[in-house]
């Protein structure tokens, strides 16, 4: 925000007087920082964005009374902003009007995926903020299940998730050294895990899970069996597998903790655009279909083997081993520790970002530029179209035009709301 709409939004809260805009907060802060900001930060964010005002004195007028310590307010401003969730980044402006400081903070809306915005020393439920005129009110529970609801939650194939609950039903440690511990599934934004007490049982390894079979707890497998919950003993894992590869996922990854067991499913699709574009870059080298696959299973996992190439790629260990060789050759992977112990992971090659073209040289354009290039191509434009195709700030798109009017640049043509603008 220049000094030049800062004072236009002041002289535009003088001349309303009766109450502020909907999307601008006033605060004198004379004696000290105001309490409780975090409720108008939550609801701005939750909202359209908005402007916050400090300095100015609502009682008299809207008067320019200034600050008392701009840089304190800069700072407990910043402290609350981060205590939000998720984390707010304000845009401040200080300005001096006579002898008096004034500093606006700009908020803007948060994506409504990531709604409600909340203060997290207050709490989910009582940090919630929503801005209904020119005030703040708590969000009821409804409207914050209304957010959270909407949010989207990755989706997983339930073949696969069914097989890793049911193993680790049948095959966890039931003993009296883990009495208590649970089998715990856990959902991310990028991944399912799926935890269960006690490690392989066994001669069963990570790498020979595909085709050894032991059983720790035979009495409880026959009566899965009976009850057809498990139908043939030893194929849960390439169950999981085949079902992960036909939804275009990578592999599961199996992770033997001795005391636990981990089942990990990603949501990340393996060969996306952004996938097949990052590959390109390496359309030089003699690599095959598979071994490309496992670059992006390699990039997404930090980490690979000769089983998870096996079970990427449904190939056997001799193949598996020379397409890894020929993957370290090409220097796109670093090899680890030998036999058994044997792992990959990324080269400084390939963890390198392609290098990217310059962008050709754009003509700067300030935000009143930009309102009078939309008119002189659309023929007149509103406050929403300054929000939504211009993308301004609620206040900006209020006050902007409004200054282009009395700078004769512009002519208005409807009031309220749905105001619209146009050249004289």
């Known amino acids: 925000m220049t000094r030049d709409e800062l004072l236009a939004l002041i002289t535009e809260l003088q001349e309303h007087r009766s109450c502020e805009l909907p999307n601008v907060e006033v605060k004198s802060a004379h004696e000290g920082t105001p309490k409780a900001l975090y409720e108008t930060m939550s609801s701005f964010a939750n909202g359209a964005g908005?402007?916050?005002?400090?300095?100015?004195?609502?009682?008299?007028?809207?008067k320019i009374v200034g600050v008392h310590d701009p840089q304190r307010l800069q700072e407990d401003i910043g402290t609350t902003a981060s205590d939000m969730e998720p984390a707010i980044r304000p845009e401040f402006t200080v300005e001096k009007f006579g002898d008096s400081i004034v500093v606006a903070v700009e908020i803007d809306e948060i994506d409504p995926e990531l709604r409600p915005c909340y203060h997290k020393p207050a709490g989910f439920r009582n940090g919630s903020f929503i801005r209904v005129g020119n005030s703040d009110r708590h969000m009821t529970d409804y409207e914050i299940f209304g957010y959270v609801s909407a949010r989207t939650q990755?989706?997983?194939?339930?073949?696969?998730?069914?097989?890793?609950?049911?193993?680790?039903?049948?095959?966890?440690?039931?003993?009296?050294?883990?009495?208590?511990?649970?089998?715990?599934?856990?959902?991310?934004?990028?991944?399912?895990?799926?935890?269960?007490?006690g490690g392989l049982y066994g001669k069963v390894t990570v790498d020979t899970l595909d085709d050894e079979s032991s059983t720790r707890n035979r009495v409880l497998m026959r009566i899965l069996e009976d009850l057809h919950v498990v139908e043939n003993r030893g194929s849960g894992i390439r169950s999981m597998?085949?079902?992960?590869?036909?939804?275009?996922?990578?592999?599961?990854?199996?992770?033997?903790?001795?005391?636990?067991?981990?089942?990990?499913?990603?949501?990340?699709?393996?060969?996306?655009?952004?996938?097949?574009?990052?590959?390109?870059?390496?359309?030089?080298?003699?690599?095959?279909?598979?071994?490309?696959?496992?670059?992006?299973?390699?990039?997404?996992?930090?980490?690979?083997?000769?089983?998870?190439?096996?079970?990427?790629?449904?190939?056997?260990?001799?193949?598996?081993?020379?397409?890894?060789?020929?993957?370290?050759?090409?220097?796109?992977?670093?090899?680890?520790?030998?036999?058994?112990?044997?792992?990959?992971?990324?080269?400084?090659?390939?963890?390198?970002?392609?290098?990217?073209?310059?962008?050709?040289?754009?003509?700067?354009?300030?935000?009143?530029?930009?309102?009078?290039?939309?008119?002189?191509?659309?023929?007149?434009?509103?406050?929403?179209?300054?929000?939504?195709?211009?993308?301004?700030?609620?206040?900006?798109?209020?006050?902007?035009?409004?200054?282009?009017?009395?700078?004769h640049k512009l002519v208005q043509q409807r009031r309220g709301k749905a105001a619209g603008y146009r050249l004289p």
Request: net charge positive.
């Open 154 to 197: 990755p989706e997983f194939d339930k073949e696969p998730v069914r097989e890793a609950i049911v193993n680790a039903v049948a095959h966890r440690d039931y003993s009296h050294f883990v009495r208590g511990s649970y089998i715990q599934i856990r959902l991310f934004a990028d991944r399912l895990e799926v935890q269960s007490p």
């Open 241 to 407: 597998v085949q079902a992960m590869r036909a939804a275009t996922l990578g592999p599961p990854v199996f992770d033997d903790r001795r005391v636990s067991f981990w089942v990990i499913f990603r949501s990340h699709t393996l060969m996306g655009p952004q996938e097949v574009a990052w590959l390109n870059q390496f359309a030089a080298l003699p690599l095959n279909d598979r071994q490309r696959v496992a670059l992006v299973c390699l990039r997404l996992n930090d980490r690979i083997t000769n089983s998870d190439y096996r079970r990427l790629n449904s190939v056997d260990v001799t193949l598996a081993t020379r397409e890894l060789r020929g993957i370290v050759e090409a220097g796109l992977a670093v090899h680890h520790s030998t036999k058994c112990w044997a792992y990959y992971t990324p080269s400084e090659k390939l963890r390198a970002k392609p290098a990217a073209q310059a962008p050709p040289p754009v003509k700067p354009q300030t935000d009143e530029e930009k309102i009078l290039a939309f008119v002189r191509e659309h023929g007149s434009i509103t406050r929403r179209e300054c929000r939504d195709e211009l993308g301004l700030s609620e206040s900006k798109a209020r006050y902007l035009p409004r200054k282009l009017v009395k700078e």
């Open 50 to 62: 908005g402007v916050m005002i400090f300095g100015v004195d609502e009682m008299h007028g809207y």
